[in-house]
């Protein structure tokens, strides 16, 4: 498995493609392997597989050696900190914020105002003290950079806790990178979640990006909405469990039931929303949704090294305030995959199936498509409509293609489109 | 039988009298002084003007919409000189056995009162009082112990009841054979038959539109979609109840249902509703009531177990313990074959004077009355609102549910009718079913109970209730639940056993509720 391929032809002609051999180096991928029924995965130390999916440091290490063959895939781009690490997302945000305004003016700048206002801690202490000051009486959440699963996370409201903890001296963790001092966020905390029922909930949608240039991004139709197990109250700041809805925190919060579960599939949410502000707000909330994944992307288009091997399945989180607007919590570039319930499960192993369509390893899609199961095309070096044509771009009745929180017909589009796909092949 | 005439004129006088006195009465009477510093009222033509005048305001349309769900609920006046009972129900073997029902409801309740020396009634200290205001937006947080209270009847335990129900002037001596009925419901009440309910049903029909089939994904919005819509705005706009009533058999869009479900309601959340459902609330603050630990349980079973509901069991406390108290809910016990049950303060047994319903409502809540609540939260999210619809609707539908009567849409029956549909249209199924003690009614009933709440998906089940609101009428429970078992026919004739069976059957979150309906009702070969 040597020679140059083409891209998006199959490489075996028209006989039946050998089985792919899969690389693993993490426990999550144990799902993926299992999808395919293919055969087990080759040993990490010999180099003889096509796709792996795996843990992020190790591929980093990986593509950092050698290069890939031209058909191997792998599950992360080699620099995609620049997008999940909090401090970096907030500068990238920031630089692309301001080229908007250069470029095209306040309001189109003003669609990057998704994020809230955050500062690099200890670096930028002093501008934070500085927007601290003008705006008294307000809650800042404190978080790590690097951590994951609501670890080290703190709010506060006084300048005193912060310094407190400034005198402390350097955080020092067990980091599996770094020994030094442990960089943390500052960032605005938003004071009015939308609630449900009394309780705080956030969003958590998958994004799939096989190309930054030129950017190709998918959006998939299913997510959830983690719901917090208190009812949210602002008088308990040091109340974990209200304000942090990360499942992982919610578990050990007391009074939890895992039989119970806390999530919503995003089309409950959908309907909820639509039957309680009426569907022309909810297709602005969700086209706002749109703007930030797309904005998001864009901001670190330039930055992040792009590698033809490299997809990468992001785990958005957001936050939708009382005035319905979406806010954008932080961006996972490995999403958790283990399941919490049936319906669960389902939805990760369906989300993992339709990546892999999409990644292609056998070569089928025409490279045409703006939908593959349950995944629809957010972007192809430009915004996609719904309907085919180019020049419904410019029109008022431009529709995006995205349907997060729609139905989810994924197998019938799949069996459609191998049809026809297969059709095509032998003419 | 009442003749046509004076049929209609005592159908009139009942309304009339339950309209005078009431709010809306007055509200016109102000109305039409109001109108009269208005130029266009002369006094020659006074009363023609201020009917026009009443008329262009919108005010007649709301008297309409008001006599429209007089004519719904009450159900008409039979006889002159029957006695009150026959409203209640007319068939005599019924009534008793829904006393007797009744009595051994009521000993539950009162031995679970006795056992563990819990007052039905008592007044709270005041510093619980003060608690319980500061909580009432989130009661789900309290952990009581209620481990000791055990829900005074659940569903398996009334269909036990019907099931051994009999006429006593019906003399059935001949054996079980296909043509009688193998079912468990061994009553002769009539029930209709597949063309009757095609006709009943006619606008969910092949050729015509409807939510839950033709706006799905496939179908571009243009063929029904988007004019179905537009009418239910222009509906909503004219604020007519009787066309929203027909308008919803067709499905109601998600943004407008919660608007067109209190239109056909007649539910406005008027300032003297909400200052009712204060009082309410005030009275729950002031009083315990042993019921409450019953709703309490309840919930914490059932919704908050639920999925999907879970988030909602905070509304669900306001909502039924402020339904318990609520003495304005006797009044369907005049149409109910219920009767509220009594008791005495402490004391003075027997006396009448010290009679009081008990609960104030006089509606035992049993094992998934949380249920019925737990749907509408999904559309109404102001606790005075919810709770208005939450209470017409069960004194216009639910409480058929769990009650003995002969009305067509009471739970005798739809089970009657569920098991005769599936014994005519799938008689194989109904046999082997049977042979393997699996009688399907065993399995199907507690979904129509519910009324489905809690089997199906919300989105779904919010169809299924537009077209009860539609109707007016249950009847369409015990088609889906018939649809349901066709659906699953072919692996149902494989099992062999009642557990098999329930598991077939067990998950019904994954059921299109419309298509099933169409199919069954028509697109099957009869």
Same mark, same amino acid.
């Given at each position: 498995?040597?020679?140059?391929?083409?891209? &998006?032809?199959?490489?075996?002609?028209?006989?039946?493609?050998?089985?792919?051999?899969?690389?693993?180096?993490?426990? /999550? @991928?144990?799902?993926?392997?299992?999808?395919?029924?293919?055969?087990? =995965?080759?040993?990490?130390?010999?180099?003889?597989?096509?796709?792996?999916?795996?843990?992020? =440091?190790?591929?980093?290490?990986?593509?950092?050696?050698?290069?890939?063959?031209?058909?191997?895939?792998?599950?992360?781009?080699?620099?995609?900190?620049?997008?999940?690490?909090?401090?970096?997302?907030?500068?990238?945000?920031?630089?692309?914020?301001?080229?908007?305004?250069?470029?095209?003016?306040?309001?189109? =700048?003003?669609?990057?105002?998704?994020?809230?206002?955050?500062?690099?801690?200890?670096?930028?202490?002093?501008?934070?003290?500085?927007?601290?000051?003008?705006?008294?009486?307000?809650?800042?959440?404190?978080?790590?950079? /690097?951590? @994951?699963?609501?670890?080290?996370?703190?709010?506060?409201?006084?300048?005193?806790?912060?310094? #407190?903890?400034?005198?402390? /001296?350097? $955080?020092?963790? #067990?980091?599996?990178?770094?020994?030094?001092?442990?960089?943390?966020?500052?960032?605005?905390?938003?004071?009015?979640?939308?609630?449900?029922?009394?309780?705080?909930?956030?969003?958590?949608?998958?994004?799939?990006?096989?190309?930054?240039?030129?950017?190709?991004?998918?959006?998939?139709?299913?997510?959830? =909405?983690?719901?917090?197990?208190?009812?949210?109250?602002?008088? @308990?700041?040091?109340?974990?469990?209200? &304000?942090?809805?990360?499942?992982?925190?919610?578990?050990?919060?007391?009074?939890? #039931?895992?039989?119970?579960?806390?999530?919503?599939?995003?089309?409950?949410?959908?309907?909820?929303?639509?039957?309680? $502000?009426?569907?022309?707000?909810?297709?602005?909330?969700?086209?706002?949704? #749109?703007?930030?994944?797309?904005?998001?992307?864009?901001?670190?288009?330039?930055?992040?090294?792009?590698?033809? &091997?490299?997809?990468?399945?992001? /785990?958005?989180?957001?936050?939708?305030?009382?005035?319905?607007?979406?806010?954008?919590?932080?961006?996972?570039?490995?999403?958790?995959?283990?399941?919490?319930?049936?319906?669960?499960?389902?939805?990760?192993? $369906?989300?993992?199936?339709?990546?892999?369509?999409?990644?292609?390893?056998?070569?089928?899609?025409?490279?045409?498509?703006?939908?593959?199961?349950?995944?629809?095309?957010?972007?192809?070096?430009?915004?996609?409509?719904?309907?085919?044509?180019?020049?419904?771009?410019?029109?008022?009745?431009?529709?995006?293609?995205?349907?997060?929180?729609?139905?989810?017909?994924?197998?019938?589009?799949?069996?459609?489109?191998?049809?026809?796909?297969?059709?095509?092949?032998?003419? | 039988?009442?003749?046509?005439?004076?049929?209609?004129?005592?159908?009139?006088?009942?309304?009339?009298?339950?309209?005078?006195?009431?709010?809306?009465?007055?509200?016109?009477?102000?109305?039409?002084?109001?109108?009269?510093?208005?130029?266009?009222?002369?006094?020659?033509?006074?009363?023609?003007?201020?009917?026009?005048?009443?008329?262009?305001?919108?005010?007649?349309?709301?008297?309409?919409?008001?006599?429209?769900?007089?004519?719904?609920?009450?159900?008409?006046?039979?006889?002159? !000189?029957?006695?009150?009972?026959?409203?209640?129900?007319?068939?005599?073997?019924?009534?008793?056995?829904?006393?007797?029902?009744?009595?051994?409801?009521?000993?539950?309740?009162?031995?679970?009162?006795?056992?563990?020396?819990?007052?039905?009634?008592?007044?709270?200290?005041?510093?619980?009082?003060?608690?319980?205001?500061?909580?009432?937006?989130?009661?789900?947080?309290?952990?009581?112990?209620?481990?000791?209270?055990?829900?005074?009847?659940?569903?398996?335990?009334?269909? *036990?009841?019907?099931?051994?129900?009999?006429?006593?002037?019906?003399?059935?001596?001949?054996?079980?054979? +296909?043509?009688?009925?193998?079912?468990?419901?061994?009553?002769?009440?009539?029930?209709?038959?597949?063309?009757?309910?095609?006709?009943? %049903?006619?606008?969910?029909?092949?050729?015509?539109?409807?939510?839950?089939?033709?706006?799905?994904?496939?179908?571009?919005?243009? +063929? %029904?979609?988007?004019?179905?819509?537009?009418?239910?705005?222009?509906?909503?706009?004219?604020?007519?109840?009787?066309?929203?009533?027909?308008?919803?058999?067709?499905?109601?869009?998600?943004?407008?249902?919660?608007?067109?479900?209190?239109?056909?309601?007649?539910?406005?959340?008027?300032?003297?509703?909400?200052?009712?459902?204060?009082?309410?609330?005030?009275?729950?603050?002031?009083?315990?009531?042993?019921?409450?630990?019953?709703?309490?349980?309840?919930?914490?079973?059932?919704?908050?177990?639920?999925?999907?509901?879970?988030?909602?069991?905070?509304?669900?406390?306001?909502?039924?313990?402020?339904?318990?108290?609520?003495?304005?809910?006797?009044?369907? +016990?005049?149409?109910?074959?219920?009767?509220?049950?009594?008791?005495?303060?402490?004391?003075?047994?027997?006396?009448?004077?010290?009679?009081?319903?008990?609960?104030?409502?006089?509606?035992?809540?049993?094992?998934?009355?949380?249920?019925?609540?737990?749907?509408?939260?999904?559309?109404?999210?102001?606790?005075?609102?919810?709770?208005?619809?939450?209470? *017409?609707?069960?004194?216009?539908?639910?409480?058929?549910?769990?009650?003995?009567?002969?009305?067509?849409?009471?739970?005798?029956?739809?089970?009657?009718? +569920?098991?005769?549909?599936?014994?005519?249209?799938?008689?194989?199924? %109904?046999?082997?079913?049977?042979?393997?003690?699996?009688?399907?009614?065993?399995?199907?009933?507690?979904?129509?109970?519910?009324?489905?709440?809690?089997?199906?998906?919300?989105?779904?089940?919010?169809?299924?209730?537009?077209?009860?609101?539609?109707?007016?009428?249950?009847?369409?429970?015990?088609?889906?639940?018939?649809?349901?078992?066709?659906?699953?026919?072919?692996?149902?004739?494989?099992?062999?056993?009642?557990?098999?069976?329930?598991?077939?059957?067990?998950?019904?979150?994954?059921?299109?509720?419309?298509?099933?309906?169409?199919?069954?009702?028509? !697109?099957?070969?009869?």
């Amino acid at each position: 498995m040597g020679t140059a391929r083409p891209a &998006h032809r199959s490489p075996w002609g028209r006989r039946a493609p050998p089985p792919v051999a899969m690389g693993t180096a993490q426990a /999550g @991928s144990a799902m993926a392997r299992r999808q395919r029924g293919l055969p087990g =995965a080759s040993r990490r130390s010999e180099e003889r597989w096509d796709f792996c999916w795996g843990e992020a =440091a190790w591929l980093r290490e990986r593509l950092g050696r050698a290069a890939l063959e031209q058909h191997v895939r792998v599950c992360h781009f080699r620099n995609h900190y620049e997008l999940t690490r909090k401090n970096y997302l907030v500068k990238n945000l920031k630089r692309l914020r301001k080229q908007l305004e250069r470029e095209a003016g306040k309001l189109e =700048a003003a669609k990057c105002d998704f994020f809230p206002k955050t500062f690099e801690m200890p670096l930028e202490y002093h501008l934070f003290v500085e927007e601290f000051r003008k705006n008294p009486g307000i809650t800042w959440i404190m978080k790590p950079v /690097g951590r @994951s699963q609501g670890k080290g996370i703190f709010l506060f409201r006084k300048l005193k806790d912060v310094i #407190d903890w400034k005198k402390d /001296g350097l $955080h020092t963790d #067990d980091q599996k990178d770094e020994t030094q001092v442990e960089i943390y966020v500052a960032q605005r905390y938003i004071e009015n979640p939308y609630l449900i029922g009394g309780r705080k909930f956030d969003l958590r949608v998958y994004v799939l990006v096989t190309s930054y240039i030129p950017l190709k991004a998918w959006l998939y139709r299913d997510g959830f =909405a983690r719901f917090s197990n208190t009812r949210f109250t602002l008088n @308990s700041i040091d109340d974990h469990y209200i &304000h942090l809805t990360n499942v992982a925190v919610q578990r050990t919060a007391p009074g939890y #039931d895992p039989e119970k579960g806390c999530k919503w599939m995003i089309q409950q949410l959908r309907q909820y929303l639509t039957a309680k $502000h009426g569907a022309e707000s909810v297709e602005v909330l969700f086209a706002d949704m #749109d703007n930030i994944f797309i904005k998001s992307l864009q901001s670190v288009q330039k930055v992040i090294i792009s590698d033809k &091997h490299c997809f990468e399945l992001y /785990g958005y989180d957001i936050l939708i305030d009382q005035d319905l607007k979406p806010w954008l919590l932080e961006v996972n570039a490995s999403p958790s995959l283990t399941a919490s319930s049936q319906e669960d499960y389902e939805l990760k192993c $369906h989300l993992l199936k339709d990546t892999l369509h999409i990644v292609d390893m056998e070569g089928r899609l025409t490279g045409k498509e703006k939908r593959v199961g349950g995944f629809d095309l957010l972007w192809n070096d430009g915004p996609v409509s719904r309907e085919g044509n180019l020049d419904t771009l410019l029109k008022e009745n431009f529709m995006a293609n995205t349907h997060l929180g729609c139905y989810n017909d994924r197998k019938k589009q799949l069996k459609q489109l191998f049809r026809s796909l297969s059709a095509q092949q032998k003419v | 039988m009442v003749d046509p005439e004076s049929g209609l004129s005592l159908t009139i006088a009942r309304i009339v009298q339950r309209l005078q006195g009431s709010s809306l009465h007055s509200q016109l009477e102000r109305q039409a002084r109001v109108s009269l510093h208005k130029p266009e009222i002369k006094l020659e033509s006074l009363k023609e003007d201020i009917k026009d005048f009443l008329k262009t305001s919108g005010w007649e349309k709301k008297l309409q919409n008001a006599v429209y769900s007089e004519l719904n609920v009450f159900p008409s006046p039979c006889h002159p !000189a029957a006695p009150p009972e026959h409203m209640k129900e007319p068939l005599a073997y019924m009534r008793k056995a829904q006393g007797s029902w009744e009595k051994r409801i009521l000993k539950s309740l009162n031995s679970m009162c006795t056992e563990l020396s819990i007052p039905l009634a008592q007044k709270r200290p005041v510093g619980e009082q003060k608690e319980l205001l500061n909580k009432w937006n989130e009661m789900g947080t309290d952990e009581p112990d209620l481990s000791l209270f055990r829900p005074v009847y659940a569903p398996k335990d009334f269909l *036990e009841v019907l099931m051994n129900l009999r006429n006593p002037n019906y003399e059935n001596g001949e054996q079980p054979s +296909f043509r009688n009925h193998l079912g468990l419901i061994q009553v002769p009440l009539k029930v209709k038959d597949i063309p009757e309910l095609k006709e009943d %049903f006619s606008e969910l029909g092949l050729n015509i539109g409807q939510l839950g089939i033709d706006d799905s994904a496939q179908v571009p919005p243009e +063929f %029904f979609e988007n004019e179905h819509v537009r009418v239910g705005q222009k509906v909503l706009a004219e604020q007519d109840s009787a066309a929203a009533q027909q308008y919803v058999r067709q499905g109601c869009p998600t943004a407008l249902r919660a608007d067109l479900w209190a239109l056909i309601l007649n539910i406005s959340n008027q300032p003297e509703d909400i200052l009712y459902y204060e009082q309410l609330k005030s009275n729950v603050i002031q009083h315990d009531l042993l019921v409450d630990s019953l709703i309490y349980k309840d919930v914490k079973l059932t919704a908050s177990n639920d999925d999907y509901y879970f988030v909602f069991e905070d509304y669900l406390y306001q909502v039924l313990l402020c339904f318990s108290r609520d003495t304005s809910v006797l009044e369907h +016990f005049t149409y109910s074959s219920a009767t509220p049950p009594k008791s005495y303060i402490r004391g003075k047994l027997g006396i009448e004077e010290y009679a009081v319903f008990y609960p104030p409502n006089g509606v035992i809540p049993f094992h998934g009355f949380s249920m019925y609540v737990a749907p509408l939260c999904f559309l109404y999210h102001e606790p005075s609102k919810l709770y208005q619809i939450f209470r *017409e609707m069960y004194v216009r539908f639910f409480f058929r549910l769990h009650s003995i009567s002969s009305h067509p849409s009471g739970i005798v029956s739809l089970c009657l009718l +569920f098991e005769t549909l599936l014994q005519t249209h799938l008689p194989q199924l %109904f046999y082997h079913l049977r042979e393997i003690g699996a009688q399907p009614l065993r399995i199907s009933f507690k979904w129509m109970v519910r009324a489905f709440s809690g089997y199906l998906a919300t989105d779904q089940l919010l169809l299924l209730w537009d077209r009860i609101l539609g109707y007016n009428s249950l009847e369409i429970l015990a088609v889906l639940a018939a649809a349901v078992f066709a659906f699953r026919a072919v692996n149902l004739m494989e099992v062999t056993s009642l557990a098999a069976a329930e598991a077939v059957l067990a998950d019904l979150s994954t059921l299109k509720v419309m298509p099933l309906l169409q199919i069954f009702l028509f !697109a099957t070969v009869t």
